[in-house]
């Protein structure tokens, strides 16, 4: 066993000892037969005993203090020894769901991507495949060879700890940026992950709560981002969550593991437990679960070999979990691509990268009086305020956390970051604008006195306020107003200048009671390592705004379908382990059903304070000629540059659906980015997804089209859709 040490900060670390055995000449090498195939071979040359030993993990290791770590592990969240006289090697687990975590405890160096929300606003599957490149470089360069990213579920609880790690609230977009996402990774010969399996939509009460909804509206919603994602990225892994589905444990759920996801979906990897969240051997097993994690919990250990003995779990069962496990190593490459260890992260290629896709990842949101861009010749002063923009850019927390390098900006400290700590990197907005702005002068006000910032704003041209909403994995806000005093120092500095710029960077929709007193307003989400730098280059409009919201931003809670988040008010009890935890509840999704975000507002006649797919840019475009084929497989539309800049703008395409589907809403069900320059127009064709035009039929439990007339809109947002056609599918 290894303690963690600590060694030079972006220095090497120690590689973890090889386990391969030369196996070049057994069949199961040969990489001309297809990854089903290599693996059956290599099951037919295993014991019992090493079947069990590949359908768990080790334990806890780095994350809790104290437990042991086993000599070959690389650090990660888990591991999973491999199989050495076979060649099969073992599986290295790191969350990276916004670029590799804990790098800082073993003192490698770690790109911190925006948050995969931001990232989801850009609309651009090129974008997410970057993404995932980036992070499954990292991970291939520090030696992992699993990346447990992939987060999906939809944005049901604007409130939700970890909606920034997630994809938004609409399933094909989630779905597509998820998908592409994870295909980068696995370009890089990492397997990937999409998580958490499902309807983990918020963290109050996760261990316990059941997300009860019907089977037409999860397979309309949450799970169909899934199945968007699974069919473009073709993730090694699924991770079940620790939820309740309908009354019964996400990772014991036969409808969802089995039913749904291998047998309609067709996922042909493996689906992990999520961190302790295996509940039992033989349902698990029966259920669909292929392996327990991060250890033996005293489920997947000696009770499945137990229960395979006694018939209780067929050995066929346990060879499925196998071969799930290893078609997918075999599929993805890690075994004829084994990671080498030993290489350094380029610092600077990553920050390039992620300040390429916070560009295309930062929404503007109001820009009033051309207040931006500013014109770096003429401005004379800027004030910032708040949210120590004089030394980085916020990220979010919990098992997404990277670690900053030289250590959290706003409160250096050694070591990595501690759980539910506010980490700001060190992307600094105030030394970013003031290179843009040789000759003004640019002041930093830290915000927390508001008679100072108010003093400071009155003093300049322009006053930006940068205001925060630090989100983390286990815990939801209760409310959507950004914490402290932050709502009372935008008013006030927005009194004492009227060219104030509200810069937001949170975890997700927020509250904004002054919107109509400030002239400008972005929602910088999480931006990264390149956010000082991309947000600098959009202000100054060096890049032009091109992103969208993923999300719809409610104008107060009493809007959603839960002003309250369920369950926040439940006394805490004493669970089996002694520890606080809320008592089991259930959190009603059959009341919003399949009607998530955009879908809720439109049907209830809800006007939004920002609608789902809205943004600004420094140019204007407009939209004419939508046609749509007959069977809508795709939309042809024109779209034409109006303004005096070059841009991107993005396309969105929706559906709604013939009467029979009872629906009031409409469906997202195309969308494409289209550059153009000023005056030029552009005919695009956009593939519509046939599984957004289809609905659930529980009698044939499938995916289906309906009869009858689609109506098809396009436009620039899902509140502005002036163009309209229809296509009709006969009985
Ligand atoms: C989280 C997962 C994470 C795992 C390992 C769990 O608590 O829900 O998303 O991958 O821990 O850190």
Redesign the pocket.
């Known amino acids: 066993m290894l303690a963690v040490s600590a060694c030079l900060a972006f220095g090497v670390s120690a590689a973890p000892a090889s386990n391969q055995a030369d196996v070049s000449g057994q069949p199961w090498m040969n990489a001309s037969l297809s990854p089903d195939r290599r693996a059956d071979l290599v099951i037919k040359q295993m014991t019992l005993d090493e079947k069990i030993q590949l359908v768990h993990g080790t334990g806890w290791g780095v994350?809790t203090p104290g437990s042991p770590i086993p000599e070959r592990s690389n650090f990660g969240?888990?591991y999973v020894p491999g199989i050495e006289r076979l060649g099969i090697p073992d599986i290295n687990l790191a969350?990276s769901a916004v670029g590799v975590r804990m790098a800082a405890y073993q003192s490698r160096y770690a790109t911190l991507l925006p948050s995969t929300l931001g990232a989801a606003s850009s609309w651009d599957p090129e974008a997410a495949f970057l993404y995932g490149s980036v992070i499954g470089r990292e991970l291939r360069a520090q030696g992992f060879n699993m990346s447990?990213g992939g987060g999906v579920d939809l944005m049901r609880e604007p409130r939700n700890g970890r909606n920034f790690e997630y994809a938004g609230e609409d399933p094909l977009l989630a779905g597509t940026m998820t998908g592409y996402l994870i295909k980068g990774v696995q370009s890089q010969h990492v397997m990937g992950d999409i998580?958490?399996y499902a309807f983990n939509d918020q963290e109050t009460g996760r261990m316990v709560y059941s997300a009860e909804i019907d089977k037409r509206a999860a397979r309309e919603s949450d799970l169909l981002a899934f199945q968007i994602g699974i069919d473009i990225g073709h993730p090694a892994g699924v991770?079940c969550a620790?939820n309740r589905v309908n009354g019964v444990y996400s990772c014991e759920n036969p409808w969802l593991l089995t039913d749904v996801l291998k047998d309609d979906f067709g996922f042909k990897g493996w689906v992990l437990s999520?961190?302790s969240g295996t509940h039992s051997t033989v349902e698990a097993a029966l259920a669909g679960l292929d392996m327990e994690m991060?250890g033996d919990d005293g489920y997947f250990g000696k009770a499945l070999k137990q229960a395979v003995l006694d018939g209780k779990v067929p050995e066929s069962r346990l060879d499925d979990m196998v071969h799930r496990i290893l078609r997918s190593m075999f599929a993805v490459g890690v075994i004829d691509h084994p990671v080498m260890p030993r290489r350094v992260v380029n610092p600077f290629r990553g920050r390039r990268d992620a300040r390429r896709i916070a560009e295309k990842s930062i929404v503007l949101l109001k820009n009033e009086k051309q207040l931006l861009p500013l014109d770096a010749s003429s401005i004379q002063s800027i004030a910032l305020i708040g949210s120590h923009a004089d030394v980085g850019v916020l990220s979010g927390g919990g098992?997404a956390q990277v670690d900053a390098p030289g250590g959290n900006a706003a409160d250096p400290h050694a070591g990595g970051a501690g759980w539910g700590e506010t980490v700001y990197f060190p992307s600094s907005p105030l030394r970013s604008i003031r290179k843009h702005a040789p000759e003004a002068t640019v002041t930093f006000d830290a915000g927390t006195d508001i008679a100072a910032a108010v003093a400071s704003a009155k003093k300049a041209q322009v006053a930006i306020v940068f205001v925060n909403q630090p989100m983390y994995?286990s815990k939801d806000r209760s409310t959507l107003s950004l914490p402290g005093k932050q709502n009372a120092l935008v008013s006030a500095v927005a009194k004492a200048n009227p060219h104030t710029l509200v810069v937001l960077e949170t975890g997700g929709p927020v509250t904004m009671p002054w919107a109509n007193r400030v002239e400008g307003i972005i929602e910088a989400w999480y931006p990264g390592i390149g956010g000082a730098q991309a947000l600098a280059n959009l202000l100054f409009g060096k890049v032009n705004f091109s992103a969208k919201l993923p999300a719809t931003f409610p104008r107060d809670e009493s809007q959603l379908p839960h002003p309250q988040v369920t369950g926040i008010d439940l006394p805490m009890v004493e669970g089996k382990d002694g520890s606080k935890m809320r008592p089991p509840f259930e959190v009603d999704y059959n009341k919003a059903g399949a009607r998530v975000g955009y879908k809720w507002f439109e049907s209830k006649g809800l006007e939004p304070l920002f609608p789902f797919g809205f943004g600004l840019s420094y140019t204007s475009y407009a939209y004419s000629d939508l046609s749509v084929d007959a069977d809508g497989g795709s939309a042809t539309l024109t779209v034409k540059n109006t303004g005096q800049r070059a841009g991107t703008e993005i396309a969105e395409v929706y559906a709604v659906l013939p009467k029979a589907s009872g629906e009031d809403y409409k469906r997202l069900v195309g969308f494409q980015r289209v550059t153009l320059d000023p005056g030029q127009s552009k005919t695009v064709t956009i593939a519509l997804n046939k599984l957004c035009l289809s609905i659930y039929d529980a009698k044939k439990d499938a995916m289906v089209h309906i009869p009858g007339i689609y109506t098809v809109y396009a436009g620039p947002s899902s509140a502005k859709t002036p163009l309209k056609a229809t296509f009709a599918i006969k009985p």
Do not use: F
């Open positions: 994350l969240a888990g969350d447990i998580k958490h991770m620790y999520d961190w991060p098992s994995e």
